[in-house]
Each structure stands twice: as C-alpha cells, then as structure tokens.
C-alpha cells in the first residue's frame, strides 16, 4: 500500500476538491454513508449525513484486498463482547440505536452521531440489562462521545494505535440486534482526512480505512486487534463496496477519555 499523505499535503481549503480526488483513491473507495440505525418500530432509515465526494472509485478496485477473515481468538472475542453494549434514546424524529464499548470503570465510547440531539440516553448490556446513561463528552468533530453509566458493571477494554495490515474485529450491534455480532476486519490504511463534520462543517479527522462488512447499527462499536486491544471507533460503511468501513483512530479519542465532564454535556441538534 502507497504511503498514506498528511494533512499538510492536503494545501488549504480552496484547493480541497483535488486534494479530496487524490485522498479518496488512497483512503476512500467509495463514498461512505454512516453506519447508525434507528428501530425498525420507527420505519426510518439510517440518519443521511454528509458524505465524502469520491471520483475514482471505478478505477481503483484492483488496488485493494479482499476483507480479511480477522484473527480474534473465541477468547478474546468473549472478553471484548462481554465489554460491548447497544446505546439507545430518544431524539427529535424517533428513537437511535448504535453500539458501544467500556473504555474506562462506568464509562462507554460510542459514536457522536448516535447520540446526537438524544435525550434520556440508556445503555443494554449483553445480558439485556438496561442502564441509564449520561453524556459526558460530545464531539461533533471527531464523532465521538462517551457517556457515564453507574454501575456499568463490565471490564474496560485496553487502548492502542491502529497498524496497517492488521488483523481483528469490530464488535457490534447490526439492525439494532440483541445479539453481540462480531465482523471480522483489516486495517487498510490510516490517515488525517478532511470531512464534513456531523452539521456539515469542514474538519480533519483520523480516520482508519478497514476491509469489513459493517452494517447500520455497527456505529460506535470497537475496533480490536488479535489482542483484543480498541485501536478505532467504527462509524461509518463505504455506498458501493459493502467489504469497505471507517473507524475514528483512538488517537482521536484518548484526549477526550482525559478530560469527560463531571455534568452532563450538551448532544448538539438532532441530525435528521
């Protein structure tokens, strides 16, 4: 794989409609669409958020792999689905589900646009209990948040940095099921990418390039290695390649695990 360019390479905004052609034949596919999920009781679609601009995709197919078959352990992959939760509430045209994970003691990561505009969040663990959530950190940029859950009751999984070429899983809920799902994962590449943000502000954000196939409801689940270990925060599916999905590196992440609110912070608008 050619190495990945840097975000001083990308040049400033105005010249963002070249740089975007050459990042996406690296890093993007196909233009992808997020992979969240509201409840079939609801009959809505996965929430339509802004989407990356790709112009090569017909021409860069044979430049990259098959998905991989992943390399989790059925230990490992006990043990990070014993940490994984679904993560549901309310917002302003009807009720989100996405996934999540334990990242520190009564603390779950999930992505920011599963819990945008949501009030009175909940998180179900693997064994159905439900548990009342409250979000502690919200960032629209980076989509990530992390919500506060008393007595959560689960093992916090370990942080690492993504690898190239590496082998694992993301581990989460698809459709909104009951059932722990794990899809098996390789990491492609990871790079500084500019992409509109969840209201359609221009941003940069680590983003990992994953062989998977992810589907909505996935949003907010993690990223392991072979070891178990969360290298990135899925959230999002490539539009015409279903073996293509994005994770937000923990890079991303670990500074707003540093620094959670003791309160309740705001969600931001709902995204429609």
């Not at 990242?103 to 646009?113: D, E, K, P, S």
């Not at 990530?144 to 082998?167: C, D, E, F, H, S």
């Not at 794990?182 to 941003?203: C, E, M, W």
Request: charged residues 15%.
């Amino acid at each position: 794989m050619a190495a990945m360019p840097n975000a001083s390479w990308l040049g400033a905004r105005r010249r963002t409609a070249v740089a975007l052609c050459v990042l996406v034949a690296v890093l993007v596919p196909a233009a992808p669409t997020w992979a969240h999920h509201r409840t079939p009781a609801q009959l809505a679609q996965p929430a339509p958020l802004p989407r990356l601009n790709d112009l090569l995709t017909g021409l860069l197919t044979a430049l990259f792999p098959p998905a991989g078959e992943g390399g989790v352990a059925p230990t490992v992959q006990q043990r990070v689905a014993a940490s994984t939760v679904r993560v549901a509430g309310p917002d302003c045209t009807g009720v989100r589900v996405g996934s999540g994970f334990a990242a520190r003691q009564n603390l779950v990561v999930t992505a920011a646009h599963v819990v945008a505009g949501v009030t009175g969040p909940e998180v179900i663990r693997p064994d159905g209990r439900r548990l009342a959530a409250t979000v502690v950190a919200f960032d629209a940029d980076k989509d990530l948040a992390v919500l506060r859950v008393g007595n959560l009751g689960q093992a916090p999984l370990g942080l690492g940095r993504p690898v190239a070429a590496t082998q694992g899983a993301v581990f989460g809920y698809p459709g909104g099921q009951p059932q722990v799902e794990v899809s098996p994962a390789s990491i492609v590449a990871t790079a500084p990418v500019r992409i509109d943000n969840l209201y359609g502000q221009v941003v940069s954000r680590q983003i990992i390039r994953l062989n998977s196939r992810l589907a909505p409801g996935d949003s907010g689940g993690a990223l392991v290695d072979s070891a178990g270990t969360v290298v990135g925060v899925a959230f999002a599916v490539a539009t015409l390649r279903p073996d293509v999905a994005y994770a937000v590196s923990t890079s991303e992440l670990e500074p707003m695990l540093a620094s959670t609110s003791a309160d309740a912070v705001s969600t931001g608008r709902c995204i429609s």
